[in-house]
């Protein structure tokens, strides 16, 4: 008895250790693959995709994910560094890209005891090119930002000079050249192109997704059996050109482009059986999609029947959809509910704030800057993703979203779409506006029938240009709320004479509050304090609290509506979130009500809403 009593207890505490334990992270990123290839996403795909489809099966697909850019370099600093890429330099051939020094998803789950390993396109620059000694480290990759392993290559696969990178070295030196590519039929920049050049003597282009693939897998053997949980970070070099299918892939479909999906999909396929295989699969999140939308016209569409990009407007570099909006999919095995699909607006930025809240890695006021977490929305408590976004094209065009909203200071695609542009005339839009909402093929410009939205994605790239972010300084929220002497507390009251507080009056000075109620009213507004929750709200602040709080410089202003269930926080002005009350409403109210026993209207608010 005793016996089975104590196998029971350790199988119960097994299970309860295997159910704490943060997750491996495996992310797969496609190169230039788009929203319609995979059919999960286009069921009129000429392109079969078994295997994403599958992801799509088992976890959770988004349909408004973006990539921060519309092109290579820009996207994959922003994946790793949760920061959008219109703020730093993105000048690859001669440095580093991402700042030494700068919190990466590689380091911040390091730090949290996580092996960490990339295979594939780096595509980040190192320092001192682009001239460099092949013989010698190359200084500011993988390794040098947060990385423990890597095996790829320095850049994309049509780009020179070819050669492969193992840790900190080129594994042969490229001291060899092989002439330019190009296939018949094609743009200039389709098909099998790549640039002549340098190349090393092991390398060939055809073996490049192969390799990539077999390093990919052999890691996720030697993580059998390991006790700390992994990231594994597969950059692919596909379907960027050159269309390299092997022969397996030949003629799967009816053009070459299709073909390497197909190849693609079968890399995602062997990564997920090998997770399967080694016993890893259960405690894996594994996350698919790509850095930017793909290089298709409108005749290759009418020429093979395959739209890579429905029902989006544009390709690769552009700020409409098609250069940004990604296939993004997620499988957590008891996290994310099988099967669902969220319209939920999100960033590839929101890697680092995601992956570091699973792993408890809080990130700090100058970390991530425009990362934000997406637990809440993976695990079902949440359908409301982000508010605001930012994109860069590869003309260096911003495109903005708020909720249904997108901007564009341009007339042109921002990128590879040739547009013709005739002179404007008087009164003519100077820019684009679309309701997504209703129009996503981006058709209508409502630039000229909405100047105050337009307003308001002036006012919102000048706040964040000024201020480097979008996330808000959540540090600094906390400590203000955590050093303040005393909470002021007034009453918001729409005939107050006493000030204003955004639209409505305060009806009082104030008065200090401190003591043991102070402590619980800060204890509960920090538990609850959500960034990633603001969302334009109506608010019927009658009756109403507003609680300010000042540390230094800072100042944190709450204001408390028990009609809508919600408390607004701010930061000197600026809007952290619009978090619901709803579980905390009684232990709020019971302060609330102490704070005002005079008060006829707060002490007649029902504990729940009616």
């Not at 402590?519 to 109506?538: G, M, N, S, Y």
Request: hydrophobic share 35%; net charge neutral.
């Amino acid at each position: 008895m005793h016996l089975w009593f104590l196998l029971g207890f350790l199988l119960a505490a097994l299970i309860l250790d295997a159910k704490d334990r943060s997750p491996n992270f495996v992310v797969i990123l496609a190169d230039d693959m788009g929203y319609g290839d995979a059919t999960c996403y286009n069921p009129k795909s000429k392109s079969p995709t078994p295997h994403i489809d599958r992801l799509a099966r088992e976890g959770m697909r988004f349909t408004d994910a973006h990539s921060p850019a519309s092109w290579c370099v820009p996207t994959r600093y922003g994946i790793l560094t949760g920061r959008y890429p219109h703020r730093a330099d993105m000048d690859w051939r001669r440095k580093a890209v991402i700042e030494e020094g700068r919190t990466t998803v590689g380091s911040a789950l390091r730090e949290q005891g996580y092996s960490t390993a990339m295979v594939g396109k780096w595509h980040l620059g190192f320092d001192g090119g682009p001239d460099y000694d092949y013989t010698k480290p190359l200084v500011g990759g993988p390794l040098d930002r947060g990385f423990d392993f890597y095996y790829g290559m320095s850049h994309s696969l049509d780009i020179v000079p070819y050669y492969y990178i193992s840790g900190r070295k080129a594994v042969m030196v490229p001291n060899q050249q092989i002439g330019p590519r190009n296939t018949e039929g094609w743009s200039p920049i389709q098909g099998e192109f790549w640039r002549g050049g340098p190349i090393s003597p092991d390398f060939k282009h055809v073996e490049v997704l192969p390799r990539f693939t077999e390093q990919s897998v052999d890691y996720l053997r030697s993580r059998r059996d390991q006790a700390n949980p992994f990231f594994l970070y597969v950059a692919l070099p596909a379907p960027h050109t050159p269309w390299l299918p092997t022969k397996p892939f030949q003629k799967r479909t009816n053009n070459m482009y299709t073909d390497f999906v197909a190849m693609v999909d079968d890399t995602v396929g062997q990564i997920l059986k090998a997770l399967d295989d080694n016993g890893l699969a259960r405690d894996t999140l594994v996350l698919f999609t790509s850095d930017n939308g793909p290089v298709w016209y409108d005749s290759d569409t009418k020429r093979f029947g395959h739209s890579a990009t429905t029902p989006l407007r544009g390709m690769k570099g552009d700020a409409w959809e098609a250069g940004h909006r990604m296939p993004f999919i997620v499988r957590w095995p008891h996290s994310v509910k099988a099967g669902t699909v969220s319209d939920a607006l999100v960033c590839q930025t929101d890697l680092l704030a995601t992956f570091g809240a699973i792993a408890g890695r809080e990130l700090a006021d100058d970390e991530g800057e425009d990362s934000e977490n997406l637990l809440p929305i993976l695990t079902g408590h949440r359908k409301e993703g982000r508010f605001e976004m930012v994109t860069l094209s590869s003309r260096k065009v911003l495109g903005a979203r708020r909720g249904g909203w997108k901007y564009m200071n341009t007339l042109s695609s921002g990128g590879f779409t040739k547009v013709h542009l005739a002179k404007p005339k008087p009164g003519d839009p100077k820019g684009q506006l679309y309701n997504l909402s209703n129009d996503l093929g981006e058709m209508e410009n409502r630039w000229n029938d909405a100047p105050g939205v337009v307003k308001e994605f002036e006012a919102m790239l000048a706040s964040q240009k000024e201020s480097e972010r979008s996330r808000p300084r959540m540090q600094a929220f906390a400590r203000t709320v955590q050093k303040a002497k005393s909470i002021r507390t007034w009453r918001l009251d729409p005939d107050g004479q006493n000030g204003t507080f955004a639209d409505y009056a305060i009806d009082a000075p104030g008065k200090a509050l401190a003591g043991k109620p102070s402590a619980r009213l800060r204890r509960l507004l920090l538990a609850d304090a959500d960034p990633v929750t603001r969302h334009d709200e109506k608010f019927h602040f009658d009756p109403g609290i507003l609680l300010r709080f000042q540390s230094g410089k800072d100042e944190v202003q709450v204001a408390i509506c028990f009609i809508c269930n919600k408390w607004a926080l701010y930061l000197n002005g600026e809007t952290v979130s619009y978090t619901s009350i709803e579980e905390e409403r009684r232990a709020v109210l019971v302060e609330v009500k102490a704070i005002f026993p005079n008060d006829k209207i707060i002490q007649g608010i029902p504990e729940k809403l009616q």
